[in-house]
């Protein structure tokens, strides 16, 4: 009788990904674990079991790992890709490798390319029946960046010139899972939970077996010609931040220091903001409209947090944190060193009060319906911060699209008077409000649902020719 392993999966809802920890009660193994190891550590604890291996599917694009760290904390073996090159040591792993973790549970390198060249899944095998000889099943496979929920991770991210090799290799990699592993096996994937990293989307789907997939998988249920073509017409842009992952995981990441911050009076916040520096303010998009410290920007911890600000601030810039509480500037140097934003210049908590002296800047909130009004009395410039792609499908006429990952080098192009300016749900708008307010811009903030609003409200859409 097979004993099934326990699998927990350690979700990273800002940056859109999964890391996985599984055990058989005494021994566990850890895939793909983000750079902030210690409640890898603590879950490892709560479950009594010793963590003896850790896996990296591949050289990750969107996060630093915290792999190497943890195999230094816990004495574990770590498995990087024999044809990785990496500076540092590391157990290496290739396809068709077996590593036996415990007399009843093990892993299998399975060689699955297209996300990046060196790209492994594992699959996760239970023991059968016991002694020597004894037969194993797979029961699931931590599929990295290869085959996703209903999807697949993009095959781009490591230059255009090699996409059309990329895309080609993902296709047959989700294949080879498809045949090689039982339907009833579990699909773990590391990307495709809103992260930039999968190529179609993912849904909300939060769990799902091979023979799912094979089910509704365009990769599975395509054929190659169509899948490639419709893959490659759906890339879209990904964060700039992602150019130092590679480098930086390749070097190999250290445990982050989350020791608290220095503390940042009324007075350096002013310097700071004075000079260029980035003050952010962690607080909710609408706390931040009704009062803020002028010069500040907004990214707050209610939505993808470290996504965008990675994306747009210039990297090496330093910072400053703004929070309601230490906890909540806790949270945010959590999610920053993720990224490889490592030093924090300082923090203050509390409220725009508490940090400074000055007069507070404020701009209005709106929805659909109060632009549609509006536009009847006044006239009002439209900005939509969407990515292109959105734009294309569906946008109020009129409107000029600036996506915000490209609003900082392109702030000559925002129309003059008052801008009224909109994304999909409100969060990426708050954030281009903070930046065209820090300039002195009179703008609106959109805090509405494009999608369940716009036409409702009456605004006439357009698509794209």
């Not at 010609?225 to 990904?238: C, I, S």
């Not at 749900?425 to 649902?449: C, E, K, T």
Request: a negative charge.
């Amino acid at each position: 009788m097979t004993t099934l392993p326990v699998i927990i999966p350690i979700d990273t809802p800002t940056l859109g990904d999964r890391s996985y920890l599984a055990h058989d009660g005494t021994s566990a193994v850890v895939v793909d674990p983000q750079r902030d190891i210690d409640r890898v550590i603590a879950l490892a604890d709560e479950a009594g079991v010793r963590i003896t291996h850790v896996f990296e599917t591949h050289i990750h694009n969107d996060y630093l790992t915290g792999g190497l760290a943890l195999a230094e904390a816990t004495g574990a073996t770590y498995h990087v890709n024999a044809a990785d090159d990496v500076a540092y040591d590391r157990a290496p792993i290739s396809d068709g490798d077996v590593v036996e973790v415990s007399p009843t549970m093990r892993i299998r390198a399975i060689a699955t390319p297209g996300h990046t060249y060196t790209h492994l899944s594992y699959a996760l095998e239970a023991a059968t029946s016991e002694g020597s000889g004894a037969a194993y099943e797979a029961v699931g496979v931590f599929s990295g960046g290869s085959l996703l929920f209903g999807a697949t991770g993009r095959p781009d991210l490591l230059g255009t010139e090699h996409t059309h090799d990329l895309v080609h290799h993902q296709f047959a990699s989700a294949q080879r899972l498809a045949d090689e592993l039982p339907e009833q096996a579990a699909v773990l994937p590391t990307h495709g939970f809103g992260s930039f990293c999968s190529a179609g989307s993912t849904g909300d789907t939060t769990e799902s077996t091979i023979g799912a997939e094979k089910r509704q998988n365009p990769a599975l249920t395509q054929d190659e010609e169509r899948w490639v073509a419709d893959t490659l017409a759906g890339l879209d842009a990904y964060p700039a931040y992602y150019a130092h992952m590679g480098p930086g995981n390749s070097a190999g990441p250290a445990a982050p220091d989350l020791s608290a911050p220095e503390t940042a009076d009324k007075d350096t916040l002013a310097a700071r903001i004075d000079s260029g520096e980035w003050v952010v303010d962690l607080r909710t998009r609408t706390a931040f409209a009704a009062g803020h410290v002028t010069g500040t920007l907004n990214f707050g911890l209610d939505g993808q947090f470290a996504t965008y600000l990675g994306w747009l601030i210039p990297w090496g810039t330093p910072l400053t944190l703004l929070g309601d509480s230490p906890e909540q500037v806790a949270e945010a140097q959590r999610e920053l060193v993720r990224i490889g934003i490592d030093r924090l210049e300082g923090a203050a908590t509390g409220s725009p009060q508490d940090w400074t002296d000055g007069d507070l800047g404020r701009f209005d909130r709106a929805v659909f319906a109060d632009l549609s009004q509006v536009r009847h009395h006044r006239a009002v410039a439209v900005l939509d911060v969407r990515r292109a792609s959105e734009y294309d499908a569906g946008h109020i006429e009129g409107a000029v699209n600036i996506p915000l990952h490209e609003l900082l080098s392109r702030t000559d192009e925002v129309p003059s008077g008052e801008v009224w300016v909109h994304c999909a749900g409100g969060y990426r708008a708050s954030i281009a409000a903070s930046v065209l307010a820090a300039r002195g811009v009179n703008v609106v903030a959109v805090d509405d649902s494009f999608d369940e609003g716009a036409a409702p409200a009456g605004l006439p859409i357009a698509t794209a020719a």
